[in-house]
């Protein structure tokens, strides 16, 4: 029961049998028996068949939260038992593109090395490109990207969460006087902007160049940290990825987040990538499991940004 608890859960987490089947490297057909094998032994409906669409019973919201519980006991169980196979500590290789080391994983690492003392986790950046490259010749063990990898049958990628830009400014800047700024403010205004090379930044090109501005680019720097600091003392604006933001980050630098419904629409969305999982060892799969857990939970919590 087990393994068809898990393969029960990866369809919740995908709201579709054609999508997990593919994630699970199963055929749809033989999905949809283990789903209707775990039913019986069971004795109760899991979802209601709407259509296309699967929605979960409330027999079945009580199995998917036991699901996960049973998965976590597995995780954990595994983590303990590497323990008694080796004295060396755990280690865990993530790829990151430069955006997503700064903006996601500091705090999954956080999350993790608290959860598991002796993990060691190391981390190796790129760009999305080369980190699926990387993944697929298992020089690491799996990848964050801020993109879907959809289109290799070597990689299998698992969506996290969409981002979005949002413009930054100093509190005391002389635009924010304006009762209501639109995108069209933001030709000639004075800008630092993220080094050219990430999909960030080409995602900010192309929004410029779709509204025909020409912002005034002051510097070029590929840190958002360096960023930040820089904004009041160059009196600035910025775009920032929504996932970097926090309200403390905010307050420390004396910045304003405005929205802007263009910006909004710019959304990106960051995946989980990792290559066979046949040759995935079991503690490997289970912080795969885990991060995807961390995301579904709202461990990143999106934070209210609005101006007070």
Not at 154 to 172: G, H, K, Q, Y
Not at 175 to 192: A, C, F, V
Request: proline share 5%; hydrophobic share 40%.
């Amino acid at each position: 029961m087990l393994e068809d608890m898990k393969l029960f859960a990866t369809v919740v987490e995908h709201s579709s049998l054609n999508r997990a089947a593919e994630r699970l490297n199963l055929t749809q057909p033989a999905l949809s028996r283990r789903i209707a094998r775990l039913e019986r032994e069971l004795g109760v409906d899991l979802f209601r068949r709407i259509g296309k669409r699967l929605e979960l019973t409330p027999a079945g919201k009580l199995t998917y939260e036991f699901a996960l519980e049973l998965r976590r006991f597995h995780g954990e169980y595994l983590q303990r038992l590497s323990a008694y196979k080796t004295e060396e500590a755990q280690v865990t290789t993530i790829g990151a593109s430069l955006t997503t080391l700064q903006t996601t994983l500091p705090g999954l690492i956080k999350a993790m090395t608290e959860k598991h003392p002796n993990l060691e986790i190391k981390a190796v950046t790129g760009k999305s490109h080369e980190i699926a490259t990387l993944v697929k010749e298992r020089k690491v063990d799996f990848g964050i990207v801020a993109s879907a990898v959809d289109d290799d049958a070597a990689i299998t990628s698992v969506p996290l969460f969409d981002d979005t830009l949002m413009l930054v400014l100093p509190r005391t800047h002389f635009i924010l006087e304006k009762t209501q700024l639109e995108m069209k403010d933001l030709n000639g205004l004075p800008m630092i902007l993220f080094a050219p090379g990430t999909w960030y930044r080409t995602l900010t090109d192309e929004l410029f160049r779709r509204h025909g501005l020409k912002p005034d680019v002051r510097m070029e720097i590929d840190s958002f940290e360096a960023i930040v600091r820089l904004l009041s003392a160059c009196r600035a604006g910025t775009l920032l990825p929504m996932s970097y933001l926090r309200p403390q980050l905010l307050e420390d630098n004396d910045l304003y987040v405005v929205r802007l419904k263009e910006l909004e629409m710019t959304k990106r969305t960051t995946s989980l990538i990792y290559g066979d999982p046949n040759l995935l060892v079991p503690s490997v799969r289970y912080l795969i499991e885990e991060t995807i857990a961390y995301f579904s939970r709202g461990a990143r919590r999106t934070t209210e940004l609005s101006p007070p």
